[in-house]
Nanobody, 115 residues
Framework: QVQLVESGGGLVQAGGSLRLSCVAS????????MAWYRQAPGKERELVAR???????NYADTVKERFTISRDNAKNTVYLQMNDLKPEDAAVYYC?????????WGQGTQVTVSS
C-alpha cells in the first residue's frame, strides 16, 4: 500500500544543480529514517545521504558539502539538493525509506551529468 515516487532527475552540465524529490503515499502510520542511494552502470548501489527520524544526517565522502538531504514529514516528502554536480555523480538515484517499520524503495530517477 505504500509507494515512493521519485522525480527531479535529468541531464545537467558539470557544475549544475538538481533537486530530487521522493513522495510517499499510501497507508503510512510511522515515518522513519530515509536515505538516498545511487547506482551507476557497472557499480554497486551506494549510500549517498541519510537522515534519521532524530534528524541526524550522514553523507558519502564523495558528495559531502555538495549535497543536502532534507525532509518535510507533513508532506511525506524527502529531498536531495545536489549542487556542483560532477560526471561521476551520474547514476540512477533511489529513495529508501523505512515506513511502518518496513523498508521501501522508489523506482529511481536518472541523473546524467555531461562534462
Amino acid at each position: 500500500q505504500v509507494q515512493l515516487v521519485e522525480s527531479g532527475g535529468g541531464l545537467v552540465q558539470a557544475g549544475g544543480s538538481l533537486r530530487l524529490s521522493c513522495v510517499a503515499s499510501g497507508s503510512i502510520s510511522v515515518l522513519d529514517s530515509m536515505a538516498w542511494y545511487r547506482q551507476a552502470p557497472g557499480k554497486e548501489r551506494e549510500l549517498v545521504a541519510r537522515v534519521t527520524n532524530r534528524g541526524g544526517t550522514n553523507y558519502a565522502d564523495t558528495v559531502k558539502e555538495r549535497f543536502t538531504i532534507s525532509r518535510d514529514n507533513a508532506k511525506n516528502t524527502v529531498y536531495l539538493q545536489m549542487n556542483d554536480l560532477k560526471p561521476e555523480d551520474a547514476a540512477v538515484y533511489y529513495c529508501y525509506w523505512i515506513i511502518n517499520y518496513r523498508p521501501y524503495w522508489g523506482q529511481g530517477t536518472q541523473v546524467t551529468v555531461s562534462s
